[in-house]
Nanobody
Framework: VQLQASGGGLVQAGGSLRLSCAVSARTFSSTTVGWIRQAPGKEREFVGIGWSGGSTDYANSVKGRFTISRDNAKNQVHLQMNSPKAEDTAVYYC????????????????WGQGTQVTVSS
C-alpha cells in the first residue's frame, strides 16, 4: 500500500481546508485509511479513520468538525477540516493497515509522507 497526502497549508481559524490522500493498493475498496497528526514536540495523535465498509470514527478533539470521506472512483480519501483551531496545527499523515487499538498514533503499518497544516488564530 502506498499513500500520498496533499492539500496542507495555512488556514485561518474558523475557516476550512481539505486534505486528500491518494491510495495505491491492490483493492482500494477494501483498504481502511486513517489520519494521524503530529504537532511539534508532541506524540503522534489519532485524528480519524475511514473503514473500508464506510463507517468512520474520530478523535473527540475533532469530532463534529472534521469529516473523512472516500472516493472509490479516484482511489482517494479526504479529510475535510471545518472550523479548525490553532491546536489543530500539525503535520498530517494518511495511514493504512490498522493494527489492534487503531486509536494509537503508531498503530498503522503503512504511512504516507505528511502534509503540514498551520492554523492561524
Amino acid at each position: 500500500v502506498q499513500l500520498q497526502a496533499s492539500g496542507g497549508g495555512l488556514v485561518q481559524a474558523g475557516g476550512s481546508l481539505r486534505l486528500s490522500c491518494a491510495v495505491s493498493a491492490r483493492t482500494f475498496s477494501s483498504t481502511t485509511v486513517g489520519w494521524i497528526r503530529q504537532a511539534p514536540g508532541k506524540e503522534r495523535e489519532f485524528v480519524g479513520i475511514g473503514w473500508s465498509g464506510g463507517s468512520t470514527d474520530y478523535a473527540n478533539s475533532v469530532k463534529g468538525r472534521f469529516t473523512i470521506s472516500r472516493d472509490n472512483a479516484k482511489n482517494q480519501v479526504h479529510l475535510q477540516m471545518n472550523s479548525p483551531k490553532a491546536e489543530d496545527t500539525a503535520v498530517y499523515y494518511c495511514v493504512a493497515g490498522p493494527q489492534f487499538n487503531y486509536r494509537r498514533g503508531n498503530a498503522y503499518a503503512y504511512w504516507g509522507q505528511g502534509t503540514q497544516v498551520t492554523v492561524s488564530s
